[in-house]
T-cell receptor, first 115, second 109 residues
Framework: NAGVMQNPRHLVRRRGQEARLRCSPM?????VYWYRQLPEEGLKFMVY????????ESGMPKERFSAEFPKEGPSILRIQQVVRGDSAAYFC?????????????FGSGTRLTVV | GQSLEQPSEVTAVEGAIVQINCTYQ??????LSWYQQHDGGAPTFLSY????GLEETGRFSSFLSRSDSYGYLLLQELQMKDSASYFC??????????FGRGTSLIVHP
């Protein structure tokens, strides 16, 4: 049973380009969470999705960032017109329930570098 | 909103016992969780406390006091491989896990 799969592991973009980060949750998991982690900092919540629905996007910047979790395929975090400040590690986590009682399973992350 | 406070760094020697504290302020509370993250790696789930008291899982134990809004992670018989960052997290009424800034544990031989 594969874990949470994120790709790519590393992504380099020039300022102004678009970045697309993919996350395939664990089999049977319908809840996906995206987090951003800056060096020496904790995990900052960005967005919570269930299949075809955005449940909570309160942590996601209003501009340039968007997320989706289609009926088929992985969840996508999209960053348009990237800036240097977007450089970070982006992790997604999945769960088979909304509550965290049994923990969330995280992917290995995508390290985005904006040059 | 929710906020969690934990020490930025803790050091200990191999074989020792170390405690990482976490205090939280949250509107609505369901439980306190702990995650371990090695450099460059994915956070991995360690434990979850919904009720007051101590939960033990091998060398790791986690404690919660809801009345004090406080918890800790206890690591016994420390090994070099335990050097990592440890995050406490809470899920409030929105079910969204919120994490502290993490504690970097450095284990010396």
């Amino acid at each position: 049973n594969a874990g949470v799969m994120q790709n790519p592991r590393h992504l380099v973009r020039r300022r102004g380009q678009e970045a697309r980060l993919r996350c395939s949750p664990m089999k049977g998991h319908s809840h996906v969470y995206w987090y951003r982690q800056l060096p020496e900092e904790g995990l900052k919540f960005m967005v919570y999705l269930q299949k075809e629905n955005i449940i909570d996007e309160s942590g996601m910047p209003k501009e340039r960032f968007s997320a989706e979790f289609p009926k088929e395929g992985p969840s996508i975090l999209r960053i348009q017109q990237v800036v240097r400040g977007d450089s970070a590690a982006y992790f997604c986590a999945s769960s088979d329930r909304a509550r965290g009682d049994y923990g969330y399973t995280f992917g290995s992350g995508t390290r985005l570098t904006v040059v | 909103g929710q906020s969690l406070e934990q020490p930025s760094e803790v050091t200990a020697v191999e074989g020792a016992i170390v405690q990482i504290n976490c205090t939280y302020q949250t509107s609505g509370f369901y439980g306190l969780s702990w995650y371990q993250q090695h450099d460059g790696g994915a956070p991995t789930f360690l434990s979850y406390n919904a009720l007051d008291g101590l939960e033990e899982t091998g060398r790791f134990s986690s404690f919660l006091s809801r009345s004090d809004s406080y918890g800790y992670l206890l690591l016994q018989e420390l090994q070099m491989k335990d050097s990592a960052s440890y995050f406490c997290g809470t899920s409030g009424g929105s079910y969204i896990p919120t994490f502290g800034r993490g504690t970097s544990l450095i284990v010396h031989p």
